[in-house]
């Protein structure tokens, strides 16, 4: 049973530490918002200059001048503060932020990823991430396994413009949960998602990846 991506969000989430300032990536990353444990009290950091985000609000709530990066309307939690993008990129820049959790199109089997932009489409822009997967301390990514035409999405080589080399740590699929070996640069699988055997995730998966002695089920 694949993940849906609640589920992945929910498993991603289970990374937060109290304490940590997290910047949590545009689309799915979001998500990971609704399933902070309980006890753990982090900090969510958005590029705009936003430290403090709280719940999505509700349409009551809604204030159309309180955005995160994703131009998403947030709302801000106690002791939050307001700075500018300068600042909060000299959060990102100098090592201050303790974790992001961002999407990708594709990852390499050495950690490299690409998750900006397809050459020939518009973009509007880079936004964060080549500074967050740069200057972040562990950086995770959460995706659907495979495209929409089924081709994996983790390869030997990125195909599409990179964002970052080697700088992946983990990764969450809707599959399998994957960690970054850093003597051999290159990702274990370490969980699966509940009655998906390991042969699937290599059958989806053109990386070259190892496979831990012993295989976690992912909890749901």
Not at 37 to 65: H, M, R, Y
Not at 166 to 171: H, K, P, S
Request: charged share 25%.
């Amino acid at each position: 049973m694949a993940l849906d991506r609640n589920q992945i969000a929910k498993r991603a989430a289970r990374e937060l530490r109290d304490g940590y300032m997290v910047n949590l990536g545009i689309g799915m990353p979001t998500m990971v918002a609704n399933h902070i444990p309980e006890g753990v009290d982090v900090w969510l950091q958005s590029e705009n200059g936003l430290l403090g985000i709280g719940p999505f609000p509700t349409e009551e709530e809604i204030d159309a001048d309180l955005i995160n990066a994703g131009k998403q309307t947030v709302t801000a939690r106690v002791g939050a503060s307001y700075f500018s993008s300068a600042d909060s990129f000299a959060m990102i820049r100098g090592g201050h932020i303790d974790m992001c959790i961002l999407g990708a199109m594709e990852l390499s089997q050495e950690g490299d990823i690409a998750n900006w932009m397809i050459p020939g489409k518009m973009v509007k822009g880079m936004g964060g991430a080549m500074d967050l997967v740069a200057g972040v301390k562990k950086v995770i990514v959460m995706m659907d396994h495979c495209n929409k035409k089924g081709a994996p999405k983790i390869l030997k080589e990125c195909t599409l413009p990179l964002t970052g080399k080697r700088c992946i740590d983990m990764v969450i699929t809707d599959l399998c949960v994957l960690q970054m070996d850093y003597d051999k640069h290159r990702f274990v699988l370490t969980e699966l998602a509940p009655g998906v055997e390991k042969s699937e995730v290599l059958d989806k998966t053109e990386a070259e990846i190892t496979i831990a002695e012993t295989l976690e089920t992912i909890e749901v």
